[in-house]
């Protein structure tokens, strides 16, 4: 089953670009990664998605359902976490998380109790107070006590320290096992390989590559690094190559033998051949598409 569809989705500020085209799928029980750096459309896909903004042009469904025809139903069922949180002044947190449960019209109290106790979050303490870490743990609580069938997760780990970053991804594997399906919009690549089984690339707005993490992976592209004295500028096929006093680290996607051949010509004392990180791909498909 389709959880999220779109078809030509497009958004234009006034002349000024949003999103363009986009033709996206995310199945149920899937973790869905959305990668690209800030600016290139993550955000405003989202927006339009929830209904929050509306399309310039082209349909987006959750659920089976158009959003800008049915946004209250759809969102009963959906977790948003924004990337900045912003809440009233002056309330505490437990009064924070109530409102939101209220505004559901649903008891979510002892989810609430379960989440805050693993995000070290404090209930009693005054909105205010909180530092920005903290401030997203309470919209964590917020997107995730209802235990919706949908979570939508823009750059949702920014402020978070490493060990809060681990519990948060291991709350979002086990409500994905559950059967909830998450799409997950990130610049940080590492969190989209170790967590999203399928990915889609966007830049100025338009998807550039889609595909499972493991295809967007695969390239013909080695990562070369030779300890060494050896020449590389006749060599074609490398790229990203960054080179200290004898030592040498590029990608390399020409012929091998012509690798081996200038190599023999030089004095290598090491050698080294891995596959690129998702990282280093991602570089590839804007490189390619450029």
């Known amino acids: 089953m389709e959880i999220i ?41 989202i927006r339009t998605l929830l209904g929050l903004i509306a399309p310039s042009s082209g349909s987006a469904m959750i659920f089976g359902k158009e959003v800008t025809k049915e946004r209250e139903t759809i969102l009963q069922d959906v977790g948003y976490l924004p990337s900045e949180a912003l809440f009233y002044q002056g309330m505490k947190v437990k009064d924070v998380l109530k409102l939101s449960t209220d505004l559901r019209k649903a008891d979510c109290a002892a989810e609430a109790k379960s989440l805050c106790e693993r995000l070290q979050l404090d209930e009693s303490r005054r909105i205010d107070e909180l530092s920005f870490g903290n401030r997203k743990k309470v919209a964590i609580v ?22 809060m970053q681990k519990e948060f991804f291991d709350i979002l ?35 550039i590559a889609c595909n499972s993490v493991d295809e967007l992976s695969k390239t013909s ?23 200290s006093e004898n030592s040498h680290s590029f990608l390399y996607s020409g012929d091998m ?33 450029g």
């Not at 085209?21 to 995310?26: A, E, F, I, K, Q």
């Not at 959305?34 to 290139?40: A, E, L, Y």
């Not at 999203?196 to 830049?203: D, F, S, V």
């Open 5 to 45: 569809k779109t078809t030509k989705l497009t958004k234009y500020y006034g002349k000024a670009r949003g999103i363009i085209d986009l033709d996206l799928t995310v199945r149920q029980g899937e973790f869905f990664g959305f990668i690209g750096p800030n600016g290139t459309g993550k955000s405003t896909t």
């Open 142 to 163: 917020c997107a995730l006590q209802h235990r919706p069938k949908l979570l939508v997760l823009d750059e949702p780990t920014g402020g978070l320290d490493p060990l």
């Open 173 to 207: 594997r086990e409500r994905n096992k559950d059967g909830a399906a998450i799409l997950l919009s990130s610049h940080v690549l590492s969190e989209i390989q170790r967590n999203c089984t399928r990915a889609a690339i966007i830049r100025d707005g338009r998807i």
């Open 221 to 243: 592209a080695k990562r070369i690094t030779v300890h060494g004295t050896v020449n590389l500028e006749r060599l074609n096929g490398v790229r990203d190559r960054k080179d």
């Open 257 to 289: 033998n012509s690798l081996l051949r200038v190599l023999s010509a030089g004095q290598v004392d090491d050698l080294t051949v891995t596959e690129p990180d998702l990282e280093e791909i991602f570089l590839h498909y804007y490189e390619k598409e």
